[in-house]
C-alpha cells in the first residue's frame, strides 16, 4: 500500500501519544507481586498491553484463580487506581514530539484507545493533544469487544467516513496491532515509548505491523509526505 491511498491516520494514546505504558507497566508488576502474582516483563507487555480495562482485569483474575486459588481482582483494582494516581500527577509526561507529529497530518485523524472515556478526556487535554482530534476521540467503552478485535477500528472508520482499507493506524502493542490489521487497516509499530526495545519492536513485526517507526521525528517525515 502507498501512502498516496491513505484517508486518515488513526493513533493510539498510551504508549504513542502519552507515555503512560512505561508508568503503568511498572505499577502493574509492583503491585501484582504484591498479591503474589509475579511475571516477568516482556511476556506480560506482550501479552496485556493495550487491552481495555476490563479486558485486563478479566484475564488477571483467570491468572490468580489457577495460580492462588482466589480472586484478588476486589482488591488489586483499588490499590492499583490510588498507585496509578499517584504518579501520574507527578511524572507522567506527553511522548517527545507526538504534537508536532500530529499537527503534521493533513488527513482526517483520531483517537482509538483501550482507555476509558473519562482517562482519555484527562490525558489528551493534560497535553494539548485534545484539540487536534475532538470529536474524534474513541475508547474501549463505545465498543463491545475491545482489542485484539477489530470493533474499535471499524467504529472510528465509521465515523471518520473512510474506508478501512484507506485507514493508517499507529499502535504500540501486539494487541492493537492485531486490531489494526483485523479491521483490514495499515498498522505501523511505534516504538517511541519509554516502555519499548528491540524485544517489543520485534513482536510488533511478527504481529504483522506493515512498517515499525521508532520515534515521531522519523513519524512526522512520513506524514509530510501525505
Not at 150 to 168: I, M, N, R, W, Y
Amino acid at each position: 500500500m502507498t501512502h498516496s491511498v491513505f484517508g486518515a491516520v488513526i493513533f493510539d494514546c498510551d504508549g504513542v501519544l502519552v507515555d503512560s505504558e512505561v508508568l503503568f507497566h511498572a505499577i502493574e508488576l509492583d503491585v501484582l507481586t504484591e498479591f503474589g502474582l509475579v511475571y516477568e516483563s516482556r511476556p506480560f507487555k506482550a501479552r496485556y498491553m493495550g487491552m481495555s480495562d476490563n479486558a485486563f482485569f478479566a484475564a488477571l483474575d483467570v491468572e490468580a484463580q489457577e495460580k492462588l486459588g482466589r480472586s484478588i481482582i476486589e482488591d488489586f483494582r483499588p490499590r492499583l487506581k490510588a498507585r496509578v494516581l499517584e504518579r501520574f500527577e507527578t511524572e507522567l509526561q506527553a511522548v517527545p514530539g507526538a504534537l508536532d507529529a500530529v499537527s503534521a497530518v493533513r488527513l482526517p485523524r483520531a483517537v482509538a484507545s483501550s482507555s476509558s472515556v473519562k482517562a482519555l478526556d484527562h490525558k489528551l487535554k493534560r497535553f494539548g493533544l485534545w484539540d487536534s482530534f475532538a470529536p474524534h476521540v474513541y475508547s474501549a467503552e463505545h465498543v463491545t469487544h475491545s482489542k485484539p478485535a477489530p470493533d474499535l477500528f471499524l467504529l472510528v472508520a465509521e465515523k471518520l467516513g473512510v474506508p478501512p482499507s484507506g485507514c493508517l493506524v499507529i499502535e504500540d502493542s501486539v494487541n492493537g496491532v492485531k486490531a489494526g490489521l483485523a479491521a483490514g487497516m495499515t498498522v505501523w509499530g511505534f516504538s517511541g515509548g519509554a516502555h519499548m526495545d528491540e524485544h517489543m519492536d520485534a513482536l510488533l513485526l511478527e504481529a504483522g505491523a506493515h512498517r515499525h517507526v521508532k520515534d515521531w521525528a522519523e513519524a512526522q517525515a512520513l506524514f509530510e509526505r501525505f
